[in-house]
């Protein structure tokens, strides 16, 4: 039986096919690789215009908002109240604070939970 003119071709190229593919893969898999959560952190204080780094003054523990209570979003950040604002940044700074202890699940799921923060419901 004759192959389809498209058949034969198909079967004799798909060997190189998948080699090409997996090179690809290969070549590009450092970048693929799950970011820090020190680097997750700046990503999401950076879409809202939050601090990214801990407070130094006793009064601004890492548990506690670096924002003014009456602070508004720089524009240009997504829009999100201020008391919800406030309230990541004090995760976002819980995150940070487990990070640098190397806590890394902790400062995850600080993290999980200010990124839940601007969804509804």
């Known amino acids: 039986m004759p192959c389809p003119r498209w058949g034969c071709d198909i079967v004799a190229v798909k060997p190189i096919w998948l080699v090409a593919v997996g090179v690809a893969v290969v070549a590009f898999a450092p ?29 601004g523990a890492a548990g506690e908002a670096a924002t003014p209570p009456g602070a508004q979003a720089p524009a240009g950040a997504a829009a999100l109240p201020a008391s919800k604002r406030r309230q990541m940044q004090v995760l976002l700074n819980g995150a940070r604070a487990a990070d640098q202890q190397g806590k890394e699940a902790e400062c995850f799921e600080r993290l999980s939970e200010a990124r839940a923060i601007p969804e509804p419901g």
Do not use: G, N, V, W
Request: a negative charge.
């Open 31 to 59: 970048q693929l690789e799950a970011a820090t959560c020190s680097e997750e952190i700046d990503l999401l204080a950076s879409q809202y215009a939050l601090s990214t780094k801990l407070p130094e003054s006793p009064s």
